[in-house]
């Protein structure tokens, strides 16, 4: 089963992600149409260009729109989750060992308690984000049962590794449910609304350039986001 | 498939159809017809499958049901936070319905969705500034509105005035005639107080084309002249197309997309015609987008832009006042409490924020200019945007939207406020009318002629 999950499920599933992301990127540009969305893309690449990367870079910043700033609460968990659960994966000394060992290449390492506060910052966050769909009304009324699969299979890599960095229970089985869980999340992210990791960036972008382009960014001070 | 004779899935395209439409006062026929119209499950899907692409498609499916455009919709926090009107769960329930659907949705769903589409968003734009995603939901109700149009499901009032732009090129049965004499008239009015008042009227070449809202040639011909005295005061070769003069796009508030194309393609024809260098649109909001930011899309111009250069009247008035060619007497600067309404069709979506704030610093008593909160691009809508203003059937939830505008101008403390903006004009009136707070309300053009320096040569002869 090991050798199964860290052998052909883990070229699979690193596959499926960046195969299927870049897939998701390639027919979200080729679907975009000037005369539709009434923007013309084309016609004006620089301003599209600065309109894109200031829609897209402030709202990467916590704080750094005035939405983040009216909501506090909202702001640190979702950083706090996003960061975890970006930086995490990437940068954990264990995931860059196995980097090393497949494809001779690894990225830096994290601090090991870094990553413990990262990781327990993922899993605290991910219950108050819960805890906000549950309490507010204009969170609950929009909220549906797959928003709670999206969390859980984003979560599950989050809470698994945990118990295996505790050593909670039988190590070499938590293993290998965390390792599924991880390539689970990988294949099914372009199939769901995890797509996100990339279309946050082409929407983000798309509205960056709608407002750079056409709505006002060619005339006069840029929208402040 | 049953359609009624007033309510249907035809646009009005004579005037015998307007007329017929018109007399149905309130359109109590019209909706009564509207209860047993039938959707064309069919045609909805097949316009969804050719129309909605990747954006309005990823931005229903990426939307994370994150709430956090709820508070940025002013329509959701004046009902007392009704979870109902969360601008996502808006779209999500009839947009997404739509489409998850496919296309098979009932007499009784339209309804809702009529209901939605034009009484709970004015389409604004401000959740676009507040979504995560960048998702604009006004930009989808927008889309929506146009899905209703086609099926007939469109309030009374966005139906005949869609067709008035289909008859006339203008939103009210204004001929080019009554256009030139009205403006001609009004002209004609003001000759004595101001020597060599004239309108030039399809002059070739001049450095302005100016364009109206036909309401002003209907209900409020002054304007006219005022545009007329402060291009003369300015020293400005400027001209009226007789034909091609209607800014404003009613069509676009009803959904309906040929009329937008037909309309903005006779402002562009005139464009073409006397080739100016510039075209100056009144104070309006919409219009301005509808001419200028949305136009060229309609009329399929690749570089988004109209034909030549196009202003809103609000950029040649800081213009004149920079460079001199309007001189406000000092003495004769605002010295009361003064607020500004951001309309969003020029302010959030076209970026004239600095703008108008500097033709205040010229127009106001330094120390009397207090500004609302939230501001600029983040400011709300007046609370009549986006058709809300006229359509009888929304009236009382229309009444209850210009609370926040209210709230908004009582918080300043200003007894004035300057809308450069027909419909947030109308929404500021009618909020004094039903909550009397004891405010004046004006466009720029009366001020401006109260406060500049008339020429030598333009004054009357003693």
Known sequence: MYAFLTGPMFYLSLAVFFIGLAVRVILYIRGLDWKLDRVAYRAHPKAGLKGALRSIGYWLVPFGTRSWRVQPFMTVIFFVFHIGAVIVPLFLLAHNMILKEKFGFSFFTLNPTLADVLTWGVLISAILLVLRRIALPEVRILTTGYDYFILAISVAPFVTGLICRYHVGDYSAWLLVHIAAGELLLILAPFTKLSHIVLYFMSRGQLGMDFGIKRGGMNGKPISW | ?462
Request: glycine residues 8%.
């Open chain 2, 1 to 462: 498939m049953p359609e009624g004779t007033l309510c249907n899935k035809q646009p009005i395209d004579t005037d015998e159809q307007l007329k017929a439409l018109l007399g149905d006062k309130g359109g109590k026929v019209y909706y009564e017809e509207m209860k047993l119209l039938e959707v064309d499950q069919e045609k909805l899907q097949d316009t969804i499958r050719k129309t909605m692409k990747s954006r309005i498609k990823t931005w229903l499916k990426i939307c994370a049901h994150c709430g956090m455009c709820a508070d940025s919709c002013f329509l959701y926090r004046i009902n007392d936070c009704d979870p109902k009107q969360v601008p996502a769960y808006k779209v999500q329930s009839t947009l997404g319905e739509m489409v998850r659907k496919k296309g098979r949705v009932d007499n009784a769903f339209m309804h809702m969705a009529m209901e939605t589409a034009w009484a709970k968003c004015t389409c604004c734009n401000r959740c676009a500034m507040y979504c995560p995603h960048g998702i604009d939901m006004g930009v989808m109700v927008g889309y929506m509105r146009g899905l209703l149009y086609q099926q007939g499901f469109v309030p009374w009032e966005m139906k005949i005035g869609a067709g008035m732009h289909r008859v006339y090129r203008a939103q009210m049965d204004v001929t080019p005639e009554e256009f030139v004499d009205t403006f001609q008239w009004m002209v004609e009015e003001y000759e004595e107080e101001y020597a060599g008042l004239t309108v030039p009227v399809d002059k070739e070449g001049a450095d302005i084309m100016y364009t109206v809202n036909a309401r002003e040639v209907k209900h409020y011909p002054e304007d006219l002249a005022e545009a007329a005295i402060l291009f003369t005061i300015a020293g400005e070769d400027w001209t009226i197309p007789s034909s091609g003069w209607e800014l404003t796009s009613l069509a676009m508030f009803a959904g309906d997309w040929e009329a937008c194309r037909m309309q903005v393609e006779s402002v562009y024809d005139a464009m073409e015609r006397l080739k100016p260098k510039r075209m100056i649109g009144t104070e309006c909001g919409h219009a301005h987008r509808a001419t200028v930011i949305e136009g060229p899309y309609w009329a399929g111009r690749p570089d988004g832009k109209p034909p030549v250069e196009s202003i809103h009247y609000v950029e040649w008035v800081a213009e004149a006042l920079r460079t001199g060619k309007l001189k406000i007497d000092p003495e004769k600067r605002i010295k009361k409490p003064v607020t500004l309404q951001d309309s969003c069709n020029y302010i959030r979506n076209h970026g004239l924020k600095e703008i108008t704030r500097e033709i205040m610093s010229y127009m106001v008593e330094p120390g009397y200019f207090f500004d609302m909160a939230p501001n600029k691009e983040h400011n709300y809508c007046c609370g009549g945007g986006g058709g809300f203003n006229g359509i009888g059937l929304y009236r009382p939830q229309r009444n209850k939207a210009l609370i926040t505008k209210r709230d908004q101008i009582l918080g300043t403390g200003a007894d004035l406020v300057i809308a450069p903006c027909h419909n947030c004009w109308d929404a500021i009136r009618d909020l004094e009318e039903e909550y009397e707070i004891g405010i004046s309300w004006s466009f720029l053009k009366p001020l401006l002629i109260d406060m500049v320096i008339v020429p030598e040569h333009m004054k009357p002869e003693e």
